[in-house]
């Protein structure tokens, strides 16, 4: 069946410096592929997406690249900010309107 | 526009009591689901409404769960009897299908359910 694997966090960095949270994913057919993050006691808030090889999803200077080859789509910000910290989650669907399906999330704590 | 709007924010609720959880999708979005969230973890889909119809509830665990989605816009989501298990994050979303299939889904700010 589809899956998506997230690295396990938590990730703690300091402020400005680079974040890399891995995202790969098994899929059935062609997915679009889904960054989604929550902040604490909020809900789940679309941060950027892909729907073909290559595309390049970008969003509040974090950036994911839809890689086909490696079935990745990892998520990339080149200086973090305390208020980034929150929890984020790699997702894809398939086409014919199937539901999204989600990795177990990584918990990410930025300190100044 | 208006959001995905999800009541209430909170519940707690003591075991073998019932429980229920309002959504209000966002307009014009006929799709419709119900996410489990538990702690720690990523959202696990319920139940998925296309308009009226349930086209999948195979996570929905039916001898205790139940959903409705009354003239394909407002849904509720029911839990008889609570189990102490239960005590999650129920998430609603919606979205709008799109001709080649690829949708994404907006959330509500969700349901904290604390069994006890």
């Known amino acids: 069946g589809d899956s998506v694997t997230q690295m396990e966090g938590p990730v703690t960095l300091s402020e400005e410096a680079c974040l890399t949270i891995n995202c790969t994913y098994t899929a059935t057919g062609y997915p679009s592929l889904f960054w989604y993050v929550q902040y604490p006691g909020e809900g789940l808030q679309l941060l950027l997406k892909?729907?073909?090889?290559?595309d390049k999803g970008s969003n509040k200077g974090f950036e994911a690249t839809y890689r086909k080859e490696t079935t990745s789509f990892h998520l990339e910000k080149g200086s973090v900010q305390v208020s980034d910290s929150a929890v984020y989650f790699c997702a894809l669907s398939v086409p014919g309107n199937t539901p999204l399906v989600f990795g177990k999330g990584t918990r990410l704590s930025v300190i100044a | 526009e208006a959001g995905v709007v999800q009541s209430p924010r909170y519940k707690i609720i003591e075991k073998k009591q019932p429980v229920a959880f309002w959504c209000n999708p966002i307009?014009?979005?006929?799709?419709l689901y119900w996410y489990l969230q538990n702690l720690g973890q990523g959202p696990e889909l319920l139940i998925r409404?296309?308009?009226?119809?349930?086209?999948?509830d195979s996570q929905l665990p039916k001898d205790r769960f139940s959903a409705e989605r009354l003239k394909g816009v407002d849904s509720t989501l029911k839990i008889q009897p609570a189990e102490l298990g239960d005590s999650a994050v129920y998430l609603c979303a919606s979205s709008r299908s799109l001709q080649q299939g690829h949708t994404e889904a907006f959330f509500g700010q969700g349901t904290r359910l604390t069994v006890v």
């Open positions: 307009s014009g979005h006929n799709t």
């Open positions: 892909a729907t073909k090889a290559d």
């Open positions: 409404y296309e308009n009226e119809e349930a086209v999948d």
